[in-house]
């Protein structure tokens, strides 16, 4: 009786660890990862139970080897981090599709100068409401514009001359391509600013020598000069990294 006894629970004991085996056996998944409808470049992902490590690529795709009940976690800078359990079912389809959050990212109030409402419009010395000029400003202003206008005050005889020869020895519109250049510059010191020189390389991917002409070429954006001025930090991230898989389009024809 003993014998019979053992040779029905040595069977038994190979398809429990058969089934075992089959539950804990790894597979490599595929993946994509959006937020909302748009793919998502740069996500890390990482294994929490092998430690294994793998980055969404330019369509927010990646691979990476799982089994029943590993915990993947997705991390990026500007993206709410996500836990996600892998189930039967996951490795059964052998694809994950992964949706992810914009992370609402404040930015500090930094107090430069504790006396800074005391302004000279408020000591007088200058009136209420005037306009404040950048340096090229004050040189256009000081310069003067010419407008149509203007000439009514030549039949007066009180046309003013500067305008009228600066606009014809070129002048004027060198003060304004000035201005433009002077407000792109401080558009690019506002990059600065917000977003470390790491930002660039390590999460949109941008290779170190390309990141300079990447400013200036997102400065001619309205759309980013719009946000900087109003230094919305959350609404820009997103357009950046839209304007950075478009510029490395742009770079890779050119070393083509």
């Known amino acids: 009786m003993k014998s019979n006894s053992t040779l029905h629970i040595i069977p038994l004991l190979f398809f429990v660890q058969i089934g075992f085996a089959q539950k804990t056996v790894s597979k ?32 927010g795709m990646f691979s990476i080897e799982i089994k029943e009940g590993d915990v993947l976690v997705f991390s990026a800078v500007n993206l ?22 914009i992370k609402e990212i404040e930015l500090k109030e930094v107090v430069v100068n504790e006396n800074a409402t005391i302004t000279t419009e408020k000591l007088g010395i200058v009136p209420e409401g005037q306009k404040t000029y950048t340096p090229a400003e004050r040189k256009l202003a000081t310069a003067g ?54 930002y660039y390389t390590d999460y949109l991917k941008i290779p170190s020598d390309y990141v300079s002409g990447f400013k200036f070429h997102i400065v001619e954006n309205q759309e980013v000069c719009d946000l900087l001025k109003e230094n ?25």
């Open 28 to 59: 490599e998944i595929l993946g994509q990862i959006f937020e909302k409808q748009k793919a998502v470049e740069g996500v890390t992902i990482i294994n929490n139970t092998s430690q294994v490590t793998t980055i969404s690529d330019v369509n």
């Open 80 to 101: 709410e981090p996500l836990k996600r359990r892998i189930t039967s079912d996951d490795l059964e389809s052998g694809k994950l599709q992964i949706t992810m959050i």
């Open 145 to 198: 514009d010419l407008k149509a206008i203007d000439f009514l005050g030549l039949l007066g005889g009180s046309m003013k001359l500067d305008p009228v020869i600066n606009k014809i020895n070129g002048r004027t519109a060198k003060l304004k391509k000035l201005i433009e250049v002077e407000r792109k510059e401080l558009n690019i010191e506002k990059l600065g600013y917000l977003f470390e020189d790491s």
């Open 232 to 256: 919305n930090k959350t609404k820009l991230t997103p357009l950046m990294s839209e304007l950075a898989l478009k510029y490395k389009e742009i770079i890779a024809s050119d070393i083509k």
